[in-house]
């Protein structure tokens, strides 16, 4: 993996604006703050890790990111959308043409094959074609002999690959990751990432991925600490190259 | 071991997803059949001892030869501990208020009635009261018709014989005023004791003695084993069910509550089954996780039997208490639509077929894949193994089938029902395995969801397997419910039928050839037109192909229509209500033959060819049997056993016509006028009766109704199970869908649209299986023509889809509220 790439990308272009975001959760006695006042900018085509401990808040930071919930207080402007401004529907509208998904626990449909799975997203977009891009996508993903299989009948390292393959599927402008490799093992973790990294590349997608597998974090542009809610970016490489 | 100790405690399990829903099909399948099961019981005790009141009593005995019953018999049944009263009737002159006129007398003991209520008032303008006893020594009650005859009023003296009686009150209702050709006149009722003192009743005098007897069944039939070979041929052993009016309603009122209490056992048991096997298939990892921490495969199996066996317990438990309300509110709905005092009555047997039905279903469909999890590899725990091969779950499938029909074979103890609904299910399954078959192939080929119409149709075929059971599922709901509406229409449609609006409460008896075209006058010029007139002449059966008829017939017969009179007719045209069996009905011009009625004939073994010979007063005639005749005893129209040609020799013997016609409640006083122009004939009113048996009618279909209503909810719980069911991996796809960026607007449409043909499919399914089993059903157990109802039939595939629409909606109710993040974490 090439870090240089990365830097020598022209023109940055800002797809991801969070500011003063706040997020509280009432509880039955008192209420929960989980994010405080966290500021960020991500630029197109960046990669960039989110990094804490269980429970710092990030899977939370991620889905307002994604616009699956919307904050307390505080923006969030998506490829030029403020989210925090638009309803449910929009919202669904945006992450149907814009945002691609990569979850943990791989979140296939049981009843679904390979194939069914990935053409899921373009059929909700009401892409032509669906079948035949989501063929290309899973031939790219390695699993052009197993597209009938249902997720039942594979692996863990292979259902995430199909996971992948459907991230993808819509061509997203920027995609969020929840620790993708945190139910692998070491080894099918880092097959599984560096295939995320490859097709991110391939397609210009920016990356916002969460994860507390410092490994994987250090392969992104950038990396964000969480903890108690506040976020902060320690000086990367990028920065201390600049 | 305590952790396993730990997984049998209910309060435990209670919060696990699936056991709560095996435990409130359980619950619900106790409570639906034991409700309807203590209703049904008790509907029959209270429907027979309010038909009883059509005797008052539950069994009489009456002597017609004018001689009394030996005494001897009443203190035998009072010693059997049957309660009894006495009742003496007669026909008379009274005179009051200077005028005669013929009465016809009630006297009655203390104690009578002993079933039902007379109904009396003080004055025409007083309120009516119903009372549990007839006239005091001294005082009669008459009819409010005798009273205006007479021109006398409410505490006027009345003549009866050599003694004078006080007018005490108008008699309104009698519970016995069941009519008999004896009851001719206007009704006089009086104290038993007050009738020696009459000096009426002389050697020889018209008069029949009747004792009643009421008690519990048991007591009832042994009395009645001691009374049989004492009986004589004029004495008459009467119970409910000879009674012909009302027996065939009650019949099928108890067909009905049989096929609705099996009905429910069925349903019962689905819900049981689809609840248990999901548990059962929930509990693979559960095993699997026991395996690997050493619990051997014995072990678990008996875990596994201890836990349905102590839900079996709870359920049971739980049912009877939500049973045991809801039983006693019907009974109180009951009373109230009877206006009458309703006992409650618990009866413990009705209990055992829901228990049995609880028992049986949880082991017969949560077994079997309970045993098998001991098969489990406890290899699951680290990687997930194949489910279960089709081929494992056949005899599951057998064993299921095998248990539930033979649940409602011991409940119903009848193998027609259960053959009429294995050919609905049978039906059902096998179209149901083409449908699927056609839904793979069909929907297959739907690609692309950018409309709701194909996302749903996707949505069909990407849970093609849960769609199916489901469909499985709600079509047998809906063929139980639709049979049970099916057969409830076409017995209320029989019952209105047999009485309709308008139906002839009035009969004629006693006109003179002469009379018949002046009374015909009389009547029609008051808008009254009569029904068919019917000459009558009265004769015993003497001969049958010239033999004695009482050594022709085997003494086991004891046939009533030996020991009296018969009413004899000719007609020249069938009437309506009677239809042809056998032979040929009388040819235009003929004038021989005679055409029996198909029962007589049957307990005679008298065929078309044979002779028969009649004893009209001191004539003879012979005629041959030209055909047989069935006849509906419960038309209100005159019947004859036996009708001549219309030009036969019975023309030429003395006869007085009979008819039968409408007259409205505001009409009555034409009666006055009537009866005084024409005092030799007699009126005989029945519209009390039928106003009685229209109330019986009325009550059971309010029971129905309700029978109905509780079957129908434990229809709609039986599809929330089911859809239940699979509730998280639907609110997971949900989730899914809109965080891939499906709109909610299209996720709620493609859901309900989804649903919808679900329901629709069902449905379909549903009603031509339930017209499938209605028809064999019709054809042996209410014996009706079977036409489609379109009328049911076709609202229900709708019903049926806006249901379940409605259902998918509510399911996607935290899909649509919670984000979908905190959704699919909370799933995970």
């Known amino acids: 993996m090439n870090q240089s790439n990365d830097q020598t990308r022209p023109s940055p272009h800002v797809i991801l604006r969070v500011s003063k975001l706040t997020h509280r959760v009432d509880l039955e006695s008192n209420t929960l703050t989980i994010l405080q006042g966290v500021n960020l900018e991500i630029n197109q085509s960046d990669s960039v890790a989110i990094v804490g401990r269980s429970g710092s808040g990030k899977t939370t930071l991620l889905g307002l990111l994604a616009g699956l919930d919307t904050p307390s207080e505080g923006s969030i402007e998506l490829d030029g959308a403020n989210i925090s401004a638009l309803g449910e529907d929009e919202r669904a509208a945006l992450r149907a043409q814009r945002v691609g998904f990569v979850f943990q626990s791989f979140q296939l449909l049981p009843a679904l094959t390979a194939l069914e799975n990935v053409m899921l997203p373009l059929e909700l977009a009401g892409r032509q074609n669906a079948e035949a891009r989501a063929r290309e996508l899973l031939q790219r993903v390695g699993l052009g002999e197993r597209l009938t299989h249902t997720p039942r009948q594979l692996s863990g390292g292979e259902q995430q690959r199909v996971a992948i393959a459907r991230a993808f599927a819509c061509e997203p402008a920027i995609l969020f990751a929840d620790e993708p490799t945190g139910n692998l093992d070491n ?16 397609q210009g997608t920016t990356l916002v991925m969460v994860t507390h597998d410092e490994q994987l974090a250090a392969r992104c542009g950038r990396q964000f600490h969480i903890e108690g809610g506040v976020l902060s970016e320690p000086e990367t490489r990028q920065q201390a190259v600049s | 071991m305590a952790a396993t100790g730990k997984l049998q405690s209910v309060r435990r399990e209670w919060r696990e997803r699936d056991v709560r829903v095996v435990l409130a099909a359980l619950i619900i399948a106790v409570a639906t059949v034991a409700t309807i099961a203590l209703f049904a019981s008790q509907l029959q005790r209270t429907l027979v001892s309010s038909a009883s009141s059509f005797l008052a009593a539950d069994r009489q005995l009456e002597s017609e030869n004018g001689q009394p019953l030996p005494p001897a018999w009443l203190a035998e049944a009072q010693q059997r501990g049957l309660e009894t009263a006495e009742m003496t009737q007669f026909s008379t002159m009274v005179f009051g208020g200077g005028h005669f006129q013929l009465v016809s007398v ?50 006027d003296e009345l003549e009866l014989g050599t003694r004078k009686l006080v007018i005490s009150s108008l008699l309104e209702r009698e519970p016995d005023g069941g009519f008999s050709l004896a009851a001719l006149a206007p009704r006089v009722m009086m104290h038993q004791t007050d009738v020696a003192s009459t000096s009426v009743l002389k050697e020889g005098s018209r008069v029949s003695f009747v004792y009643l007897f009421a008690g519990a069944a048991a007591e009832l039939s042994g009395f009645e084993q001691w009374l049989q070979p004492r009986l004589q041929p004029s004495q008459e052993w009467r119970s409910v069910r000879d009674g012909e009016t009302l027996s065939a309603s009650l019949e099928r009122a108890e067909s009905f509550l049989l096929l609705g209490g099996s009905l429910a056992v069925l349903l019962a048991a689905v819900a049981v089954a689809v609840a248990s096997r999901q548990y059962a298939v929930s509990q693979r990892d559960t095993v699997a996780l026991l395996k690997t921490l050493g619990v051997g495969s014995p072990r678990i199996g008996r875990l596994y039997l201890r836990r349905l066996a102590v839900w079996g317990v709870v359920g049971t438990a739980g049912g009877l208490l939500v049973a045991l309300p809801l039983f006693w509110g019907l009974s109180r709905i009951l009373g109230d639509v009877l206006d009458q005092p309703v006992d409650v009555y618990l009866d413990p047997k009705a209990l055992a077929p829901a228990v049995l039905t609880a028992f049986v279903s949880l082991f017969a469909f949560a077994y079997p ?151 015909d006058e009389f009547w029609n010029s008051r808008g009254q037109p009569l029904d068919a007139l019917y000459p009558m002449v009265r004769g015993r059966l003497t001969l049958l192909n010239g033999e004695p008829i009482k050594e022709a017939v085997s003494k086991d017969e004891r046939v009533n229509a030996l020991n009296r009179e018969l009413n004899l007719t000719w007609m020249d045209t069938l009437p309506e209500n009677n239809r042809i069996v056998e032979g040929e009905w009388f040819a235009p011009g003929k004038t021989d033959g005679v055409s029996v009625e198909s029962e007589l004939a049957g307990k005679l073994g008298i065929t078309p ?69 024409f005092p030799t004939v007699s009126v005989l ?68 649209l989804e649903f919808a043909l679900l329901g629709a499919f069902a449905g379909i399914l549903g009603v031509v299986a339930a017209e499938a089993a209605v028809f064999a059903l019709q054809m042996k157990m209410f014996e009706g023509d079977f036409r489609v109802h379109w009328q049911v039939v076709l609202p229900i595939p709708f019903i049926s889809a806006v249901v379940l629409a409605l259902f998918g909606r509510w399911q996607l109710r935290p899909v649509l509220t919670v984000s979908p993040m905190l959704l699919l974490r909370r799933l995970e």
């Open chain 1, 187 to 202: 080894h099918t973790g880092k097959d599984v990432s560096d295939l995320l990294m490859a097709l991110n590349r391939e």
């Open chain 2, 106 to 155: 009630k006297a009655v003991s203390d104690g009578y009635p002993l079933r039902g209520e007379v109904e009396i008032r003080a004055g025409f303008n007083e309120p009516r009261q119903t009372l549990k006893s007839g006239p005091a020594p001294g005082e009669v009650w008459i009819n409010p018709r005798l009273l205006r005859l007479l021109e006398l009023k409410v505490g």
């Open chain 2, 369 to 519: 894949p309970i045993r098998r999890l001991r098969n489990v590899s406890a290899m699951r725990v680290l990687r997930s193994q194949p489910g279960e091969s089709r081929r494992e779950l056949v005899p599951d499938f057998i064993i299921g089938i095998v248990g539930v029909f033979g649940l409602v074979w011991a409940y119903a103890g009848d193998v027609q029902l259960v053959l009429a609904l294995l050919v609905g299910l049978g039906l059902l399954l096998s179209t149901l395995v083409l449908l699927g078959w056609i839904m793979v192939m069909g929907l297959r080929k739907v690609r692309g969801g950018g409309n709701a119409w194909r996302l749903a149709l996707l949505g069909l075929y990407r849970h093609r397997q849960a769609s199916l059971s489901q469909i499985a599922v709600f079509a047998m709901t809906l063929m139980l419910a639709t049979t049970l509406i099916l057969v409830r229409t076409s017995l209320l449609d029989d019952w209105r039928a047999q009485l309709p609006e308008g139906a002839p409460n009035h009969f004629m008896v006693n006109i003179s050839p002469q009379a018949v075209n002046d009374i």
């Open chain 2, 609 to 677: 060819g044979n002779s028969l010979t009649f004893t009209i007063g001191s004539e003879q005639i012979t005629e041959t049997v030209t055909s047989i005749r069935s006849v509906q005893w419960d038309s209100m129209t005159p019947n004859f056993y036996v009708a001549f040609s219309p030009d036969s020799s019975l023309r030429q013997l003395p006869a007085t016509w009979i008819t039968s016609f409408f007259l409205p409640k505001t009409a009555k006083n034409e009666l006055n006028a009537f009866s005084r122009q």
């Open chain 2, 685 to 752: 009113e029945v519209d009390n009766i039928i106003e009685r048996i229209q109330l019986i009618v009325v009550q059971i279909t309010q029971a129905i109704e309700a029978i109905l209503g509780l079957i129908l909810a434990a229809a709609l719980v039986v599809m929330a199970a089911v859809i239940s069911a699979t509730l998280q991996d639907r609110q997971r796809e949900g989730a899914l869908l809109r965080t891939l960026g499906g709109r909610q607007s299209l996720l709620v449409q493609a859901t309900m």
